[in-house]
């Protein structure tokens, strides 16, 4: 039985579509139609829009779990929690962590990603071990070590093909062939936790890399002779840049600078969420570090660094409308389509079109989320 949801605007994938109808059936998107007929039962947004579910491809935790505890029941809670946030598929992100715990995760999720249900798993991201100290944030540098191909390759076997993405420092070991490697399993290479200089990213990226983590944080800044991290985050060609929008992480003005200098369709929205997120302020833990959690920011408790956030990627994206850094349009593609676009799982999420799930979310104007809808059944409302 099809279903028709009329809305102001549905955002697609290049285009919006002004008061027209998105129609699902049996959980698919079939058309995206200006007209339907009189004599059909509508699902009236008509003061909303209606855009692709969020995906979240960088977040370690949420609702007191973190994908660390290697927890079938936490990934669930997790999952399950994503809606509220308007996140329909995602990609659960380790720690730097030992060997044998990052392979644990991989199998966990490889062998149960199917019964975990929830918002989507479309993969897994490595953040880390093959980081430098000068820039550790919350990684913890006991487990920081040069790049190994062996481990890689028993982490994508074990995650039966799900590890989609990692994040190195361009400045360890034996990068080029790594990455190269990487690219060959499918493996997006991101770039993060580094004191590279310009020529260092420069020549990652010429190996394969792709993508920068978690731009302007954890990373060497800019300097107008040595560029560093962050000036290859905001120049080199075809790459992605992460930007963690809640406020505390990045100033509006840079968050601007990064879109202006990247482009909108190369800027992905990420949360870097962990396991206090949904949780409100109070005591929390990041791997083996405690935080303290105020006044929405996370902060190690012994040095008051950042620890990741607790941002939901609904209000990075109302964030980066009310900053005027982006229109709602470009900033719902920054949550979407973008970051699908980035680990190569454009062809099963990140955009509303024929044949897709009908994962979709109902917004106000200002990006404020209204409805989350997953496989065109409502999964949460505000």
């Not at 060959?184 to 394969?208: C, K, P, Q």
Request: hydrophobic share 40%; with cysteine.
């Amino acid at each position: 039985m099809k279903q028709f949801y009329a809305a102001k605007e549905i955002i697609l994938e290049d285009s919006v579509v002004y008061d027209g109808f998105l129609v699902v059936e049996d959980g698919k998107i079939v058309d995206i139609a200006k007209s339907v007929p009189s004599d059909v039962e509508v699902i009236d947004y008509g003061d909303y829009v209606i855009a692709p579910g969020y995906v979240d491809t960088h977040i370690h935790g949420l609702m007191s779990h973190d994908v660390m505890d290697i927890s079938l029941e936490g990934m669930k809670v997790m999952s399950n929690g994503l809606y509220q946030a308007g996140v329909t598929s995602w990609l659960p992100t380790t720690l730097t962590d030992s060997f044998e715990n990052l392979n644990a995760v991989c199998q966990l999720i490889g062998e149960h990603h199917d019964e975990i249900g929830g918002a989507k798993i479309q993969g897994i991201f490595f953040e880390g071990p093959a980081f430098t100290e000068e820039h550790k944030g919350a990684q913890n540098p006991k487990y920081m070590e040069d790049p190994s191909i062996d481990h890689l390759r028993q982490w994508h076997e074990s995650s039966k093909g799900l590890l989609k993405k990692i994040a190195i420092a361009p400045e360890r070991e034996n990068v080029a062939d790594y990455i190269q490697f990487a690219n060959t399993m499918g493996i997006h290479v991101t770039l993060g936790h580094s004191n590279a200089t310009y020529a260092d990213a420069e020549r990652a990226v010429a190996a394969g890399a792709d993508g920068f983590c978690h731009t302007y944080n954890g990373m060497s800044g800019l300097h107008h002779r040595e560029p560093g991290m962050v000036g290859a985050a905001l120049s080199l060609d075809d790459v992605w840049a992460e930007l963690i929008c809640d406020g505390h992480h990045v100033h509006p003005a840079a968050a601007k600078v990064a879109v202006r200098a990247r482009g909108v369709d190369r800027v992905v929205l990420v949360t870097d969420s962990m396991r206090a997120g949904g949780m409100g302020d109070g005591e929390s833990k990041l791997g083996e570090f405690d935080v303290i959690v105020k006044d929405g920011a996370a902060r190690l408790k012994d040095s008051g660094s950042l620890a990741g956030s607790v941002l939901e990627l609904k209000n990075a994206v109302k964030n980066v409308v009310s900053w005027g850094v982006a229109s709602l349009e470009d900033a719902v593609r920054m949550a979407s389509l973008n970051p699908a676009k980035s680990v190569g799982i454009d062809d099963v999420c990140g955009k509303l079109h024929q044949g897709y799930a009908a994962d979709f979310n109902i917004l106000t104007d200002e990006g404020v989320l209204v409805a989350t809808y997953q496989d065109g059944e409502k999964k949460y409302e505000a």
